[in-house]
């Protein structure tokens, strides 16, 4: 299981299957997330390809820096690992696909093609001024509760036990 330092940071990254003839998969994770979300994928696509799989800043097995929290810097994050790997194609979730937008447009010689999963693009204000005023209440002391307190509130009546854990 391979680190990377990139500055203060040190990341953390699998490999899966090898295929020096083609392009590596490089998978980005969502927020609150980790190189974990991608098992299927990586299960399957490994069999054919090269494929990575990586946890950005603050998440999963990386470490937590004492700042640097943006997109841009997830972005950075994201250049590490791909200098060095090499060019790959890039796919990623939710803000991993803000960050994987990113690094295709500052850093085109480093990603051979770009797939995005629910990309959050365009939101609408509401939806971005409420997100704006999370990221403030998670700032606090009280940060990690008030994200427990927004992530068991996504769930319903009808939610599995098994989905909600």
């Not at 998440?59 to 997109?71: A, D, E, K, Q």
């Not at 997830?74 to 937008?101: F, N, Q």
Request: aromatic share 10%; hydrophobic share 45%; net charge negative.
């Amino acid at each position: 299981m391979p680190f990377l330092h990139n500055g203060e940071v040190r990341l953390f990254y699998t490999t899966h299957g090898w295929n020096s003839g083609s392009s590596p998969l490089v998978f980005v994770h969502g927020w609150t997330c980790d190189s974990n979300d991608w098992v299927w994928q990586l299960s399957h696509f490994s069999s054919a390809r090269t494929c990575l799989a990586l946890d950005l800043r603050g998440h999963g097995r990386s470490s937590v820096p004492s700042s640097g929290f943006r997109l841009v810097d997830y972005a950075t994050d994201v250049v590490a690992v791909l200098e060095e790997v090499g060019p790959a194609v890039l796919v990623g979730h939710s803000m991993g696909a803000l960050v994987s937008s990113l690094v295709a447009v500052d850093r085109p010689d480093l990603v051979k093609a770009l797939v995005v999963v629910d990309a959050p693009y365009a939101l609408e204000a509401d939806v971005v001024q409420a997100a704006a005023a999370f990221a403030d209440r998670v700032k606090g002391v009280d940060g990690i509760e008030q994200v427990l307190t927004w992530l068991t509130g996504a769930d319903g009546p009808a939610t599995p036990a098994w989905l909600a854990m």
